[in-house]
């Protein structure tokens, strides 16, 4: 069983840029898929983006061109760089990993393993 550590989460102006990191312990990250989710109150999580287990990325078309994932498997780390950030990905984000094959398609469901998340305010 894998447990995961979100950090990085700030507040930010419009324009700027964040990096998440995610620490994963407890069983090596290559054999997951891992990815990044976000919340705001009152709506439901939605996926941002996520790497495979061949280490593919995969992006939501909201965040495409601007933010990269990427998983370093030596450090049984997830990272995401966040550019251009708009008020709009104000948001907790949260790390998530599943064994499963069905890790692309970034649902909620899909997903098993989650962290306790971090903070992402973007301010105008």
């Known amino acids: 069983q894998v447990h995961l550590v979100e950090s990085g989460g700030a507040s930010v102006q419009a324009g700027g840029s964040l990096r998440l990191s995610c620490a994963a312990s407890?069983?090596?990250?290559?054999?997951?898929?891992m990815a990044w989710f976000r919340q705001v109150p009152g709506k439901e999580r939605e996926g941002v983006a996520g790497?495979?287990?061949?280490?593919?990325?995969t992006y939501v078309d909201s965040v495409k061109g601007r933010f990269t994932v990427s998983k370093d498997n030596a450090k049984n780390t997830l990272v995401l760089q966040m550019n251009g950030l708009k008020p709009q990905d104000t948001a907790m984000y949260y790390c998530?990993?599943?064994?499963?094959?069905?890790?692309?398609?970034?649902?909620?469901?899909?997903?098993?393993?989650w962290g306790q998340g971090t903070q992402v305010t973007v301010s105008s």
């Open positions: 790497v495979d287990r061949r280490d593919w990325p």
């Open positions: 998530a990993a599943t064994r499963g094959i069905f890790c692309r398609r970034l649902r909620v469901g899909d997903y098993n393993y």
């Open positions: 407890g069983d090596t990250a290559s054999s997951y898929c």
